[in-house]
């Protein structure tokens, strides 16, 4: 049950989320709203851009994300770093012109793809969860008109498919001896005693619209947005535990009147808790999501012809996210295992500045800079997720390889501020500890025209 109960922290927010779908739009901090790189990636970043693009484009990338930190507690100020992977973010795009008005394409981009892994060894976080993984595919076809000489409009139909990974330890010590009214502790099993590793795998599908317009002002100045609708994803999966042997021995005198010695792994009040229809049995359960819209306004300003200053805003409506309910359907007709959380989640908002030169023919560079708000309150700040507010720092260039084939590299830091959380399932403990987080990213992209 505690499984299921992290899907909420993992999507309610931006740690897991990712918005560097393109090298070239990353390198300018993701600022796109009215100017998208013109490889079909405006396919997120601003359908109404598709219109205009000529000929046929073949685009195609990946982001390489290494996310850094820790947590410090504040008894002992024992620190714990995060053990995550470098994780890989594909994205591509196709696009085809119609006619001079209209062009359309498909996209395929991953908004959702990142893993939050700690290490189990001393880390009492690890009762929460010790490895996260979420991962969201959009496939989305899209179209884009041009209206008329100042107008483009776009929209697109997106497919989503989600998967999620949750693995946890369970605390032997918290848990009620079965049969009888007391928990594991009165027999003396220690705080922080492992006896189990949970795992739950969970996928769901959904369908998501987005849709925007650029408008070209003049020749040097043009406005736009796009908005992404919300999504409802139905989340349908399995845990399953693993007995970890404990190798505790009962003493002397025991309320369970076992003889002293006795391993608390054979006794048949630890054994049934693994038993068909038990809390650890193995189970399925679901949940339906619906993920907040989002979508951006901006500006694009031709400082001279080879110049360009951009700045966007981007809000998620994270905050009417406020109920979930959970069905756990482990035994037949039963309700008394459900659950329903209410995260309490934030509004969050972001404001990017990028700048584009064209150095040559040939090179073009790019910089950028970007802060953003957190959406989880205080109480939703654990090892699942240590997401807060941060600010990040972007550059790359653009490369013309030969013929029609071009290349984009782009570096990205991001440096989110200290936050104060928990590592304990019980959230009237408070939060005992410091989140720190740090990343670097590294996007690389190939682009075709034929």
């Known amino acids: 049950m505690l499984l299921f109960a992290g899907i909420p922290s993992l999507l309610a927010g931006q740690g897991f989320g990712v918005y560097e779908h393109n090298a070239c739009t990353m390198a300018r901090a993701g600022v796109a709203a009215a100017s998208p790189c013109a490889d079909g990636s405006a396919i997120f970043f601003s359908p109404a851009a598709l219109a205009g693009l000529s000929g046929i484009h073949l685009s195609g990338g990946v982001t390489l994300i290494q996310a850094?930190?820790?947590?410090?507690?504040?008894?002992?100020?024992?620190?714990?770093?995060?053990?995550?992977?470098?994780?890989?973010?594909?994205?591509?795009?196709?696009?085809?012109?119609?006619?001079?008005?209209?062009?359309?394409?498909?996209?395929?981009?991953?908004?959702?793809?990142?893993?939050?892994?700690?290490p189990t060894a001393g880390f009492e976080g690890r009762f929460i969860g010790y490895d996260s993984k979420l991962k969201a595919l959009y496939v989305q076809p899209t179209v884009g008109y041009q209206v008329n000489d100042w107008l483009k409009v776009g929209l697109g139909v997106a497919y989503v498919h989600s998967t999620v990974e949750l693995h946890q330890r369970v605390d032997l010590s918290t848990l009620t001896v079965p049969f009888q009214s007391f928990t594991f502790a009165a027999l003396g099993i220690p705080t922080g005693t492992d006896f189990a590793d949970g795992a739950l795998s969970a996928s769901g599908n959904g369908i998501a619209v987005n849709f925007g317009g650029i408008i070209k002002v003049n020749d040097r100045l043009s406005i736009g947005g796009h908005f992404i609708t919300r999504k409802t994803i139905t989340y349908d999966g399995s845990a399953s535990f693993a007995p970890i042997a404990t190798g505790i021995k009962l003493a002397a005198g025991n309320p369970l009147g076992y003889p002293a010695g006795t391993l608390i792994d054979t006794v048949t009040n630890f054994k049934v808790l693994f038993s068909a229809g038990a809390p650890f049995s193995s189970g399925n359960a679901s949940t339906a999501i619906t993920l907040p819209d989002q979508g951006s306004i901006g500006l694009a300003y031709k400082l001279r012809g080879d110049w360009t200053v951009m700045a966007d805003y981007q809000g998620v409506v994270w905050g009417w996210f406020n109920s979930l309910k959970i069905d756990f359907n482990r035994f037949p007709n039963d309700t008394l295992t459900d659950q329903t959380l209410s995260p309490r989640n934030k509004d969050t908002h972001g404001f990017r500045f990028g700048t584009e030169y064209q150095y040559n023919p040939s090179l073009t560079l790019r910089a950028g800079y970007l802060v953003h708000t957190g959406a989880s309150p205080s109480d939703f700040v654990t090892p699942l997720l240590p997401e807060g507010a941060r600010y990040e720092?972007?550059?790359?260039?653009?490369?013309?390889?030969?013929?029609?084939?071009?290349?984009?590299?782009?570096?990205?830091?991001?440096?989110?501020?200290?936050?104060?959380?928990?590592?304990?399932?019980?959230?009237?403990?408070?939060?005992?500890?410091?989140?720190?987080?740090?990343?670097?990213?590294?996007g690389f992209g190939l682009a075709y025209t034929f």
Do not use: C, M
């Not at 995550?84 to 994205?91: D, F, L, S, T």
């Open 68 to 118: 850094k930190g820790g947590f410090t507690d504040d008894l002992l100020q024992q620190h714990t770093d995060l053990d995550n992977p470098v994780v890989p973010v594909p994205n591509g795009f196709l696009t085809y012109a119609v006619s001079p008005k209209v062009t359309v394409g498909i996209g395929a981009y991953v908004p959702y793809g990142l893993e939050s892994r700690w």
């Open 393 to 442: 720092f972007t550059a790359g260039a653009g490369f013309k390889l030969g013929g029609n084939l071009h290349g984009d590299v782009a570096y990205q830091y991001i440096q989110q501020l200290d936050r104060r959380g928990r590592v304990y399932p019980n959230s009237a403990v408070g939060n005992t500890g410091l989140f720190t987080f740090y990343a670097h990213l590294f």
